[in-house]
């Protein structure tokens, strides 16, 4: 069966460029000029994963992101853009995002990212458990964090980071290791990235100070509590 690629990019030429390339390589790809148009054409067609510029007009990657992430959030998003920020990319992420392409790139970059997302997503396994960190109850599935004074819902990145930190408990987290499963390169941009979502962890964990994710030098980090 063919892998049922929905691509939002509105630029025409570049757009018929990955449609042509991804439908040789047996794909089926379905076009949007816009995040309306994509917002509609996920809802009727159900694609497996969805590739999305995010600077586009009536309706931008991010926001429409967002608005599928109110009812599916298991779907891959790949977004694509020139933008290259720490802050951009880690928006991405936190909005819902699954990964993130710069342009320019290749193509069989973008297909094996493509095939990387799909495989991630068969092989996951509904997580029911749930974590007391301190005075803290993590929920994994429901993707919250609960305090008697407060209830955060976290972001698809912010979970995945913490559920790992909370199932090695007292041990270090390699760098290297949650960067490779989750955003598939341990590149420098990435490991900035994964270190503004610890950032923002420690801030979220602050109203318990006997809960702490402590960086091990050039390794990786550890939560102790």
Request: hydrophobic fraction near 40%.
């Amino acid at each position: 069966m063919k892998i049922k690629v929905l691509l939002v990019e509105d630029e025409p030429s570049l757009s018929m460029i990955i449609k042509d390339a991804m439908e040789k390589r047996e794909f089926e790809v379905n076009c949007a000029a816009n995040g309306n148009e994509g917002l509609e054409m996920f809802y009727r067609l159900n694609p497996d994963i969805v590739v999305a510029d995010i600077m586009m007009p009536k309706l931008d990657g991010f926001t429409m992101t967002q608005l599928i992430r109110q009812s599916n959030k298991q779907t891959p998003i790949l977004f694509l853009s020139a933008k290259s920020k720490t802050e951009d990319v880690v928006q991405g992420f936190e909005i819902g995002g699954s990964d993130y392409l710069k342009k320019p790139f290749g193509m069989e970059e973008l297909i094996i990212r493509i095939k990387a997302l799909l495989n991630r997503v068969q092989n996951q396994v509904p997580e029911s458990k749930t974590y007391q960190i301190g005075s803290f109850t993590f929920d994994p599935l429901h993707q919250t964090l609960a305090h008697s004074l407060n209830t955060e819902l976290l972001s698809h990145r912010e979970t995945a980071i913490l559920e790992r930190l909370c199932s090695n408990q007292n041990n270090i987290v390699e760098n290297k290791a949650v960067l490779m499963e989750l955003w598939g390169d341990d590149n420098f941009f990435n490991i900035r990235s994964l270190h503004v979502f610890i950032v923002k962890l420690r801030k979220k964990l602050s109203l318990d100070p006997k809960v702490q994710i402590i960086n091990i030098r050039g390794i990786g980090y550890k939560m102790i509590y």
